[in-house]
Nanobody, 115 residues
């Protein structure tokens, strides 16, 4: 049974930084693509950033230049470094691991950007 555990969410002021993490213990982490999604209140879940098993990355336009996705296969962990945060970045951030027709989700971590 695959479990993804997100951490690192919290309250941050506009312009601040935060890093969220997603651990996938006990998996063959390196063969999976990883992604971060977010869902703001009253809105649909959207893809924020993704990284392939080969470490290629992709970002939604609204976070390009501000967010960085990275992975540490030795630690079975993917990170999302978020800089220059804006109030509109406020959302629950979900980790997704997918490949070979399988997809796994974490329970999410709340990021609130507010003064």
């Amino acid at each position: 049974q695959v479990q993804l555990v997100e951490s690192g969410g919290g309250l941050v002021q506009p312009g601040g930084s935060l890093r969220v993490s997603c651990a996938a213990p006990g998996t063959i982490f390196g063969i999976y693509n990883m992604a971060w999604y977010r869902q703001a209140p009253g809105k649909q879940r959207e893809l924020v950033a993704s990284t392939t098993s080969g470490s290629s990355t992709n970002y939604v336009d609204s976070v390009k230049g501000r967010f960085t996705i990275s992975r540490d296969n030795a630690k079975n962990t993917v990170y999302l470094q978020m800089n220059s945060l804006k109030p509109e970045d406020t959302a629950v951030y979900f980790c997704n691991m997918y490949n070979y027709g399988r997809s796994y989700w974490g329970k999410g971590t709340l990021v609130t950007v507010s003064s």
